[in-house]
């Protein structure tokens, strides 16, 4: 079921993170790191690479892809879940990413330490991404920059949130 028959009119926004590395054969190998972001109501997920781990990137993520996507489709951004790491947590006149919520009016929920089930369904996502694209993806082609894989994974996401059936509401 394509992703505009599953929002709902409310919304509520649950962010993950991991890294992957990859191994250029010009090069001894590059790490980059992509940040996710899952609707937890529609499923509909977004994911962006990154050279670093930072507070910045969190906020470009929803910058550029999360909070358009729902201002096309109506929808207020009005809530994210994330962990308690550095890069989510802070205070906000000196934290990129929290910073960008509170001008975006946009609440922020933590997650209880040490409670890794309360991320379940973004991780869930990593896992699904995993052996659905980066295993299959690194091994079918060697990726000398992030632009290449991001262009890889941006197809991937339109297949998963388009055509890919799961229990999306």
Known sequence: MPY????APRCFGALGESSAEL???ATDRFVCDHETSLDTYSKVAFAKLYGRK???PAADLLNDRVVPF????????????TDRGTKYCGNPEHHEYEFY??????DHTRTKARSPQ??????RLH???LNEFYRIALRR??????AALQTGLDAWLDQYNNEREHQGR
């Open 4 to 7: 505009a028959a599953r929002l």
């Open 118 to 123: 309360t991320k379940g369904i973004v991780e």
């Open 101 to 106: 919520l509170a001008v975006e009016n946009i």
């Open 23 to 25: 191994v250029a054969p």
């Open 70 to 81: 729902f201002d096309s489709h109506r929808i207020p951004l009005a809530r994210v879940l």
């Open 54 to 56: 930072t507070p910045l």
């Open 141 to 146: 082609k060697i990726y000398d920059s992030t």
């Open 127 to 129: 896992k699904t991404m």
